[in-house]
C-alpha cells in the first residue's frame, strides 16, 4: 500500500470512528442530555448538598427552603423534586435570573437544553413523594 492510500485509510476510518461517537451521543435520551446539564449548570446551587449540622449549604436549595417555608399545599426545596416546574417556566427563571441565581445566556445553555432540563426535572419528579393537595 502506498504512502497516500495509507493516509486516505487513516483518514476514512477516523472519520467513521467520529461519526460513530457523534451517533452515540444523538441517541441519547432529553432525560439523559438534560440530567448532564443539570449536574453541570444547576446541582452546583440547586443540588442536596447536606452540610455537616444537616443544614442544606447550597443556595439555589437554600433560599427556595426559605421561600416556601410553611407554604401549603407544600413546595420541596429540591427542584428534582418539582412537579409543577413546566419548560417555559423554567426558561423564564433560566434566562432572566432571580436574586442571587444568574442568567443564563443562550451561549452557555441553549433553548434546547433548557427544554432537556425540564424533561429531567419532570422524569426524577415523577419519583418524588405525593404533594398534598
Ligand atoms: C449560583 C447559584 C444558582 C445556579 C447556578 C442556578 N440557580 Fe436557580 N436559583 C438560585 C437561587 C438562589 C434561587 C432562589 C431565588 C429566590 O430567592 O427567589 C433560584 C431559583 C430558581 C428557580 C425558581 C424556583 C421558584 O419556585 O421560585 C428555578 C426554576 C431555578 N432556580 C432553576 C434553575 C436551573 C434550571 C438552573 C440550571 C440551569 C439553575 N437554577 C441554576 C440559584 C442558582
Redesign the pocket.
Known amino acids: 500500500m502506498s504512502a497516500p492510500t495509507r493516509w486516505l485509510w487513516t483518514g476514512a476510518v477516523s472519520v467513521l470512528a467520529l461519526a460513530c461517537s457523534v451517533g452515540a451521543v444523538a441517541q441519547q435520551t432529553a432525560v439523559q442530555r438534560g440530567n448532564a446539564?443539570?449536574e453541570h449548570?444547576?446541582a452546583?446551587?440547586?443540588g442536596a448538598g447536606v452540610g455537616d449540622d444537616g443544614r442544606a449549604m447550597l443556595?439555589?436549595t437554600d433560599?427556595?427552603r426559605i421561600?416556601?417555608k410553611g407554604s401549603n399545599p407544600p413546595?420541596p426545596p429540591l427542584?428534582e423534586q418539582?412537579t409543577d416546574?413546566t419548560a417555559p417556566?423554567?426558561k423564564v427563571?433560566?434566562r432572566h435570573g432571580?436574586?442571587?441565581?444568574?442568567p443564563?445566556r443562550p451561549t452557555e445553555?441553549t433553548d434546547a437544553e433548557?427544554t432537556d432540563?425540564a424533561a429531567y426535572?419532570a422524569d426524577k419528579a415523577k419519583g418524588a413523594p405525593e404533594r398534598k393537595k
Do not use: D, T
Open positions: 446539564k443539570f449548570s444547576c452546583p446551587c440547586h443556595p439555589g433560599a427556595l421561600k416556601y413546595v427542584l418539582r416546574l417556566v423554567i427563571f433560566v432571580s436574586f442571587s441565581m444568574p443564563f445553555l433548557i432540563i426535572i
